[in-house]
C-alpha cells in the first residue's frame, strides 16, 4: 500500500466520526476506484462496546454516541465502591451486593444503545456482568462475547476490543 492511499485511510478515517455516512460513501468510492476489498477498510455502522471489568474497576471502550457510530474511544474508568469494616457477615453481604449493583448500573450505562459487546478480565466478574445485563430488558438479546485476560492498561483494553471487532 503506497505512502498516500495509506495517507488518505487515515484521513478519511479521522474525519468519519463527524459524519460516518458521508465518509463511507467516499471511502467506500475510493477503495472502489482503487481495486480494494471494500469491508476490509470500511468502517463499521454498527455499535460497539468492549470493557476489560474486574471487582474494583472497569474500563469501557465504545465506537458510538446516543445516536451514532465512529471510532473507537476510551470512557472514563468505573470504580466499584469497596466498603470495610461491616459489624455482621450479613450487613457486608448486603453492602457488598448492592455497592456491585451500583457498579453494574454505571457500567451499563456506558453500554446503552450497544449492538455487541466483548467482556474481558480476570476471575468470574465477566460472567456476572453478562447475567446482569441479559437479565436487563435493554439487553436480554444482546450478542455479548466473554474472553478471561489479566491486568490491561486503558491503551491495551482499546487495543483488544478494536482488533476483536476488526477496527
Not at 467506500?28 to 476489560?52: E, P, T, V
Not at 457488598?96 to 456506558?110: D, G, I, R, S
Not at 435493554?138 to 462475547?145: M, N, V
Request: net charge neutral.
Amino acid at each position: 500500500m503506497s505512502g498516500e492511499f495509506r495517507n488518505c485511510i487515515h484521513y478519511f478515517k479521522t474525519i468519519a466520526q463527524y459524519n460516518l455516512t458521508a465518509v463511507n460513501n467516499s471511502l467506500a468510492s475510493f477503495l472502489s476506484l482503487h481495486h480494494c476489498n471494500i469491508k476490509k477498510y470500511k468502517m463499521s455502522d454498527k455499535k460497539l462496546a468492549g470493557l476489560w471489568i474486574d471487582t474494583q474497576k472497569a474500563v469501557v471502550v465504545k465506537n458510538h454516541d446516543a445516536q451514532n457510530a465512529f471510532k473507537f474511544f476510551l470512557c472514563s474508568p468505573v470504580k466499584a465502591i469497596i466498603q470495610h469494616g461491616n459489624s455482621s457477615e450479613n450487613a457486608g453481604n448486603n453492602a457488598e451486593q448492592t455497592n456491585k449493583a451500583k457498579f453494574f448500573k454505571e457500567v451499563v450505562h456506558l453500554l446503552t444503545n450497544s449492538e455487541e459487546i466483548l467482556i474481558t478480565g480476570p476471575g468470574t466478574i465477566q460472567e456476572e456482568l453478562k447475567k446482569h445485563l441479559h437479565d436487563t430488558a435493554q439487553f436480554k438479546d444482546l450478542k455479548i462475547t466473554l474472553e478471561t485476560s489479566q491486568q490491561m492498561s486503558d491503551e491495551e483494553v482499546l487495543e483488544t476490543v478494536k482488533t476483536h471487532f476488526n477496527a
